[in-house]
T-cell receptor, first 113, second 109 residues
Framework: EADIYQTPRYLVIGTGKKITLECSQT?????MYWYQQDPGMELHLIHY???????EKGDLSSESTVSRIRTEHFPLTLESARPSHTSQYLC????????????FGNGTRLTVT | GQNIDQPTEMTATEGAIVQINCTYQ??????LFWYQQHAGEAPTFLSY??LDGLEEKGRFSSFLSRSKGYSYLLLKELQMKDSASYLC??????????WGAGTKLIIKP
């Protein structure tokens, strides 16, 4: 039973289009994250949030933006999609800093043609 | 720079035991996590170590040595469903997670 939801699961889109990847969680977690993951590679942090109206940039934040207007919702927007954005995008949340693990959504597989 | 090293791929036999190693060099240390990720799926949490020693959880155990910058994940009584990638992640002094590239574990009958 998923407590963190990502939509769409798969997306194929043309170069230059603006797209928004959705992420919602029902666990009341303050902290949320967006990661990019290519096959056989480590997760790269794109953006993260400590709570409502709080957003921070990660290592790969260029060309994308996020918003956190509600605790449960953390959408990621690519202003102009490029083939280099083709990847798996994972959203995650956690309740705190200590031993709390991240809970991941099922991901969005994005292909930019 | 910060770095986490894991073997790229390992193969083991059903019913056997396998140890997946992880070495790290990070700016500070605030805990180490192991995650399991099946192909095409999201990572799921396996274990957490912040103090030296062994943490046991059923068929899975995780060990940490902070002085050596070293951890391992031990999987016993391997089952075919254990075929997956195993990700090591370290929380640094800024409480950010640094991820390894993962170890793909192949289980053979």
């Amino acid at each position: 039973e998923a407590d963190i939801y990502q939509t769409p699961r798969y997306l194929v889109i043309g170069t230059g289009k603006k797209i928004t990847l959705e992420c919602s969680q029902t666990m009341g977690h303050d902290k949320m994250y967006w990661y990019q993951q290519d096959p056989g590679m480590e997760l790269h942090l794109i953006h993260y949030s400590y709570g409502v109206n709080s957003t921070e940039k990660g290592d790969l934040s260029s060309e994308s933006t996020v918003s956190r207007i509600r605790t449960e919702h953390f959408p990621l927007t690519l202003e102009s999609a490029r083939p280099s954005h083709t990847s798996q995008y994972l959203c995650a949340s956690s309740p705190g800093w200590d031993a709390s693990p991240l809970h991941f959504g099922n991901g969005t597989r994005l292909t930019v043609t | 720079g910060q770095n986490i090293d894991q073997p790229t791929e390992m193969t083991a036999t059903e019913g056997a035991i396998v140890q997946i190693n992880c070495t790290y060099q990070t700016s500070g240390f605030n805990g180490l996590f192991w995650y399991q990720q099946h192909a095409g799926e999201a990572p799921t949490f396996l274990s957490y170590n912040v103090l030296d020693g062994l943490e046991e959880k059923g068929r899975f155990s995780s060990f940490l040595s902070r002085s050596k910058g070293y951890s391992y994940l031990l999987l016993k009584e391997l089952q075919m469903k254990d075929s997956a990638s195993y990700l090591c992640a370290v929380r640094d002094s800024n409480y950010q997670l640094i991820w390894g590239a993962g170890t793909k574990l192949i289980i053979k009958p």
